[in-house]
């Protein structure tokens, strides 16, 4: 069974840009939830989608969104880049409504000059 | 909402020796989940646990539901280059599964 599959897997934009990250999770899980991880803050929870509809938000900005499409493939985009955007974008996927076990892709690291 | 915090921050140690991490937090969890990161990887779910007291061991990782709900521990036994990595708490925020927060992690260098 393939796993989690993120793309693209490097980016680099500069400020202002806008850009879109992809997400195909794996086969048959209908939860994905994306999360941001910086040297200095960790992981932070962005959003999580379960059968097309967001059910939870982290304290990010209204620049960054996602959605998800019935396949249950998942993109999130973020608007007017900042230079603090800079981190690697994680998106992982649950086989249950409960996201207990979530599975992660190998994320995109998102650069911003 | 609900942090997570773990200690230590950063931990260094010979090949072989046995390791011991803990994750706190100042609100109740109903569940611990203990990830650990590879350098270039996605985390990768070690162990969860479900009931305060409850331990759980998966080969030489083995974790422990603290009994106020409020931390839990990790310890690796006899530790191998491989063991090398960020590992990570982990808990759904609330009483629903739809957020999952993360501790900022522990990272562990082994000494070969």
């Known amino acids: 069974k393939a796993g989690v599959t993120q793309t693209p897997r490097y980016l680099i934009k500069t400020r202002g840009q806008q850009v879109t990250l992809s997400c195909s999770p794996i086969?048959?899980?209908?939860?994905v939830s994306w999360y941001q991880q910086t040297p200095g803050q960790g992981l932070q929870f962005l959003f999580e989608?379960?059968?097309?509809?967001?059910?939870n938000k982290g304290n990010f900005p209204g620049r960054f969104s996602g959605r998800q499409f019935s396949n249950s493939r998942s993109e999130m985009n973020v608007s007017t880049l900042e230079l603090g955007d800079s981190a690697l974008y994680l998106c992982?996927?649950?086989?249950?409504?409960?996201?207990?076990?979530?599975?992660f892709g190998s994320g995109t690291q998102l650069s911003v000059l | 909402g609900q942090q997570l915090n773990q200690s230590p921050q950063s931990m260094f140690i010979q090949e072989g020796e046995d390791v011991s991490m803990n994750c706190t937090s100042s609100s109740i969890f109903n569940t611990w989940l203990w990830y650990k990161q590879d350098p270039g990887e996605g985390p990768v779910l070690l162990i969860a646990?479900?009931?305060?007291?409850e331990l759980t061991s998966n080969g030489r990782l083995t974790a422990q539901f603290g009994i106020t709900r409020k931390d839990s521990f990790l310890n690796i036994s006899a530790s191998i280059p491989s063991d090398v990595g960020i590992y990570f708490c982990a808990g759904p925020e609330g009483t629903s599964y739809d957020k999952v927060i993360f501790g900022p992690g522990t990272s562990l260098s082994v000494i070969p």
């Open positions: 086969s048959g899980h209908r939860s």
């Open positions: 992982a996927s649950s086989s249950t409504a409960t996201n207990e076990k979530l599975f």
């Open positions: 989608y379960f059968s097309e509809t967001q059910r």
């Open positions: 646990l479900y009931k305060a007291g």
